[in-house]
Every structure is written in C-alpha cells, then in structure tokens.
C-alpha cells in the first residue's frame, strides 16, 4: 500500500494553498460575517480549470482524478468553508447527474458551461416536508406537448441564487414512490421558477442557500434527464459521490481547527509559559491531530474507490460521518483551547465551530450514514 501522494497530487495541494493564501484567506472573514458571495473568487477558480476537475477536457473539464478534486475541496474548506461548498455544490451535485445520466447534446449545452466556470450550478431535491423520505415530495412533472410543466417548492437548495441550471427532482408517477421520481434540467430563466431570498445560516454563510419556486414551470420536453423514473436513482447515485466532497469540507474545517490551536498553543502565554507546555493542552493536540489523520485516510481512500471503479457508497459513508463529526469534536476543542477569545465573533476558532455542524447534516445526516453503512454490511 502506498499512502504518499503522487507529485502531480502534491502539485495540485500546493496550488491551491497559494491560491487560497492569496484569494480566500483575506476575504473570508468579510464573506461570513457580511454575508456575502465571494463572487470574485469563484471567478478566479474558474479561470483555474478548478470548477470541472474530475470532467473530461472535451466538456471543458480539467480531466484530472476524483482524488484530485477533493484535495482542492479540502485545502478550499481550510480556507473558507463558504467557497468550498459552492464549489461542491456545482462540481457534485450538480455536474455528476448531467456527465453520468445526460445525453450527449444535455452535456455539450449545461456541462460543459459549468466545468468552465460560465455559470454554476444547483440540485434541489429537499423540500419542506421532504428531507431524508425523498419519496415525501410533492412537487410534480406533467408532460403537456413538448413541454414539461412542474409546480412545487424546494427549500435548502445552495447555489439556487446565483445558479444558471438547477437539477431538479420531481414526481412524474406519485403512485410508484421513489419509482415515480424523474429529474429534470431547469435552466434559470424558465418560465415559472422563482427563487426565494437567501436563507441566514449559522455557518457557511457566504454560500448562497434559498428556497425554490415552481409555478407552472415550463422546460423543454428533452431536458428529463434520464429515463422517466430514474430520478431517485440519479439523486442517491449523485449523493454517494457528494458525500466524499462534504467529508473533504469537514477534513479542511478540521485541520483549520488544529492549524489555529497550535498557533495559539505556541504564543498565549499563562503561569509564565506557552500554553501548549501544559500537558492538557498537548493531549488535546494529539487527540486532535489523530483524528484529522484518519479522516484524511478515510476521505482520500473513499475518492480512490471512486477513481478506482469500485464500489464506494459504504466507503463514502464512512467518510462523511468520521469526518464530520471529527470536524464537530476538534473546533469545539480549538474554540476551548482559545478561551474566551476563541467564543468572540470575528475569530477564526469561532468561524470554524459553526461552519462544522453543518457537514453532519446535509446530504445526508450522520444518522443517514449509519443506516448506509448498516445496510452494507447486512445486505
């Protein structure tokens, strides 16, 4: 087993510690507390090759690995958890259905002006009373000539703002559950889609979250992406990928978390010495670091898998859940560690508490997870 990364893998971690250095560290204090969208900055990334990185060159994608791309997802999330979302959101959830399930003329028209940066992109599969029971939905498809008309309403959706395309979820066939499930492509200008005023979050607060609506919404009859029915195979096809992405977002808000607690270790100075000389402070650390690592390992073997053809749903799974609730555990350990400093708003530690929480939650809840995981190992 090999466990060092390639130089080109290497390569890429330190471009975007520069990039991130220079472009997203000055900013994303400002971007939190505004809260604003680091428009700028998306601009820079998509001038990067970075928001199509695992996508063939041929759709304007950068054709690199998965493992690659989520390297860039974890050095973005050490920087500004905000960014690395955004990016996520348009690079997974919206981009894999459309290079997975489209046609040929689906990919040349909303791929590949997603993979270079023209536009982002949105998955709004949650509803208000739909979460994890995606069979709960309400909102319907019917086929009225050559168009395809949808009513209903998507709440939780990131991007949805500031997206060009949304994938879109909806029933086609209420009577067949999940079966009944179809996705669409909805390009932001159609008739009858409104989007609503960004949702204020606790974290994560530069990436743009809104509800979306559909009153007798029209999209062209080509835009079903998949067969009819296949919406919910699409959704869970397109999660399990995701979930490698938010465990890469919960890996950099961790090590962000232990980066600021050495830092501050080192120079606050009590009973005459640094702190980090108490052997309280150094377990901290140790445990800290420990988990950070496993995560890594969990993470970057989960992308492996994918780049490998092997199954990895369980091995996403796995990484989503250790990582975020490791992301949880260690800035709750790194706003202790700062003290009363580390409670003040403005602060990185603090930055860093609550943009964490939100990795056990969405695509899918750490109590998701262990029933993914379960199912794997009982089936």
């Known amino acids: 087993m090999d466990f060092n990364l390639t130089e080109e893998h290497q390569l890429i971690r330190q471009n975007v510690k520069e ?6 560290c000055p900013i994303a204090g400002e971007v ?6 680091p428009a700028e900055t998306v601009k820079k990334l998509a001038e ?4 199509g990185i695992p996508y063939p060159v041929e759709y304007g994608g950068a054709g690199s690995d998965y493992l690659s791309y989520i390297i860039v997802l974890e050095e973005l999330s050490r920087a ?9 959101c348009h690079t997974s959830l919206a981009g894999f259905p459309l290079f997975k399930f489209g046609t040929e003329e689906q990919k040349q028209k909303y791929l590949t002006p997603l993979c270079k940066g023209e536009t982002l992109g949105s998955f709004a599969l949650t509803e208000p009373g739909a979460g994890t029971d995606a069979a709960a939905g309400t909102t319907t498809a019917v086929l009225d000539g050559n168009e395809w008309v949808l009513n209903g309403t998507k709440t939780f959706i990131s991007n949805a703002p500031v997206a060009g395309v949304l994938i879109v979820f909806a029933m086609t066939d209420k009577s067949k559950g999940t079966k009944g499930i179809s996705a669409f492509i909805v390009p932001a200008g159609a008739p009858g889609l409104q989007i609503g005023k960004h949702l204020n979050k606790m974290g994560i607060r530069g990436s743009l979250t809104s509800e979306v609506f559909m009153k007798d919404c029209r999209i062209p009859k080509e835009n079903l992406l998949g067969g009819e029915g296949q919406g919910f195979k699409i959704a869970m096809m397109t999660l399990d990928g995701g979930r490698i992405g ?3 977002q919960a890996l950099g808000i961790a090590q962000a978390a232990l980066d600021e607690s050495i830092q501050y270790s080192k120079e606050r100075v009590q009973f005459g010495k640094p702190i980090g000389s108490l052997q309280a402070i150094q377990w901290m650390l140790a445990n800290m670091a420990t988990e950070v690592q496993a995560s890594r390992f969990l993470t970057y073997h989960a992308a492996w898998c994918y780049d490998q053809g092997l199954p990895y749903s369980s091995q996403a799974a796995m990484a989503k859940l250790f990582a975020s609730e490791t992301a949880s555990r260690q800035t709750d350990r790194a706003v202790q560690i700062h003290g009363g400093i580390g409670y003040i ?10 943009d964490a929480k939100i990795t056990e939650i969405y695509e899918g809840t750490s109590e998701v997870m262990r029933m993914v995981i379960a199912g794997g190992l009982l089936r």
């Open 19 to 24: 990039f991130c250095e220079k472009y997203v």
């Open 32 to 37: 939190d507390q505004e809260p604003r969208f």
């Open 48 to 51: 990067q090759d970075w928001l």
């Open 80 to 88: 500004c958890a905000s960014t690395c979302i955004t990016v996520e």
């Open 246 to 248: 938010i465990a890469a």
């Open 345 to 354: 708003k403005g602060t990185k530690a603090e930055r860093l508490y609550r």
